[in-house]
């Protein structure tokens, strides 16, 4: 399979195919999502997008690590991490274009 990554300019694009707008507008558009969900992270609120998933910040506390090049023990200090969970909906979509994949390879084989 294949790794594929879309571009913010990708991503722009097809605002702009789709909607309509011009291909300015359309950036803007986008940078404006992506703005907003980066500032409701950055105050500490979870970002939920109906059908897709949701963006919510979880807090580590300090740990001891250890530098694998000298085995030295490290303090890890207490972070917050971003973590995404996938709705059931996108789950079952990735999940279908899978099955569908696996379909057509063994018809042609």
């Known amino acids: 399979m294949a790794e594929e990554t879309v571009t913010r300019a990708q991503l ?49 506390g300090q740990r001891i690590g250890r530098n694998p090049k000298t085995g030295e023990e490290v303090p890890i200090l207490p972070r917050r991490v971003l973590v995404f969970r996938a709705s059931q909906l996108l789950k079952n979509r990735i999940n279908d274009g899978l099955a569908k994949a696996a379909q057509r390879s063994k018809k042609s084989s």
């Open 12 to 60: 722009s694009e097809a605002v702009y195919q789709e909607v309509g707008l011009s291909r300015n507008e359309s950036a803007d558009l986008l940078e404006l999502v992506l703005n907003e969900i980066s500032a409701a992270l950055a105050r500490g609120e979870a970002v939920k997008i109906s059908s897709f998933g949701s963006f919510s910040l979880r807090s580590k």
